[in-house]
């Protein structure tokens, strides 16, 4: 459709279907071209953005339930394979010893005596003391505590030195 306009009171024709033509062929290639620079930026604000992310990987929890005081008769030396801890019970004490070896980390066996590591032969007594090496330093032992619901906990981050017992109340 062609009209007429007057410019400086001079009638000037527009076409506006070729107007109408032109401008959609170039909003596309701008919406285009602008949609390509967008995804562009935000691909790159991503990768950018992920430096401010921490890269962490988290470990297991260090806190672990152990349940009631009566799972553990007077006597007991029972071992937890998955956490790599020994639940030991003496009347009405109960302690918990680590099961990596002292020497270089190695996971300690139960035995008659107390631990043995089974890596180069170190052995410890039933309190985790070294009465064989190469080891030089004896089992930790873990604090040990109630929870609110009356299991107990052991927390592997609170290291003790041999003897450190929880007295059952
Ligand atoms: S790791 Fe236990 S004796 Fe070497």
Redesign the pocket.
Known sequence: MVSYVLVQGVPMAINYDQEKQDLTRRNFLSLTANGVIGLGLLGAAGVFGKFFWPNVSYGPPTAFAIGKPTNFPDGAKQNIADQKVSIIRHGDKLGAISMV??????T?AASPTGYD??????KYDDMGNVTH???QIALFWFDVHPTPSGDLEVDKSKKNDPGHYYTIV
């Open positions: 070896c002292q020497h270089l980390g190695c300690v590591c089974p890596c180069h032969g170190s090496g190469p080891a």
